[in-house]
């Protein structure tokens, strides 16, 4: 675990995956006594463009806004100089090395993650790109090459969190998707591949994780995050 001083209601972000802008602010307000960070992606942004991240901003939360970014780097640049100064906490972008240095020159006041490997992504998907690296390999790779180009940190599998934390130090911070309670390994059962518990994400080197379905789909969302934050504090002794 590393030590940037996160509170709890802060290592949960809920990813607000619903088609519409009324579905996110219920689901807001059914979640927001037990964490106050939230991730706005490509569907409810297609849906609401910047009204639900500015409501959400209002309340007094944080928006993670995952929109992946992935075009030729000026475009890249011009999308993130949309994004900036109005307070959002953290935005996303493809890490290829000319993205992403387009991306840091318009940051603003922006945290920008990089995407390392796609946590739906599995070892086969990568051979039947052509691709002979392990994930592993590869998300270590397109992470130091972030560091290196001033990035913030990365999204990645905490699966891979582990080795990221040891390799790179603390500074590089972790944002982990694919988070399944009581589940260490894949059961198969949705398209995440490379799934881990919320505790041992964040026991193992991760700063945040990014949780949607398991709370969004929850017939009580909020007794999930608190569960989940028990399973954080019991893993890493906090
Ligand atoms: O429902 P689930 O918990 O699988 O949602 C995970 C969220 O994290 C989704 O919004 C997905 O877009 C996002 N994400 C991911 N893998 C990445 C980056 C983001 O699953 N590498």
């Not at 475009?75 to 890490?95: D, M, P, Y």
């Not at 994780?209 to 398991?214: A, D, F, I, Q, S």
Request: aromatic share 4%.
């Amino acid at each position: 675990m590393t030590n940037k001083n996160i509170e709890m209601q802060d290592r949960i972000i809920v990813a607000l995956d619903v088609d519409n802008p009324e579905l996110a602010k219920e689901m807001v307000k059914r979640c927001e006594s037990g964490t106050r960070y939230f991730k706005v992606g490509l569907q409810l942004f297609m849906a609401s463009y910047f009204e639900v991240v500015d409501w959400i901003l209002d309340r007094g939360h944080k928006v993670m806004l995952d929109l992946k970014f992935f075009d030729i780097p000026e475009t890249v640049k011009l999308a993130v100089e949309q994004v900036n100064n109005r307070g959002v906490s953290l935005a996303t972008i493809h890490g290829n090395d000319a993205i992403i240095k387009a991306a840091m020159e318009a940051r603003g006041d922006l945290q920008l993650l990089a995407v390392t490997v796609l946590t739906s992504f599995g070892e086969e998907d990568l051979l039947a790109m052509g691709m002979t690296q392990s994930v592993e390999d590869l998300v270590l790779f397109r992470a130091r090459r972030a560091l290196e180009l001033g990035c913030d940190g990365v999204v990645s599998s905490g699966l891979e969190a582990e080795r990221l934390r040891k390799d790179l130090g603390g500074k590089l911070l972790i944002v982990t998707p694919g988070i399944r309670p009581g589940a260490n390994v894949c059961d198969g059962s949705d398209d995440q591949k490379r799934i881990i518990t919320a505790g041992r994400a964040i026991a193992t080197g991760a700063d945040h994780v990014v949780v949607g379905r398991p709370i969004t789909k929850a017939a009580e969302p909020l007794v999930v995050i608190e569960e989940m934050q028990q399973d954080i504090e019991n893993s890493t002794g906090t």
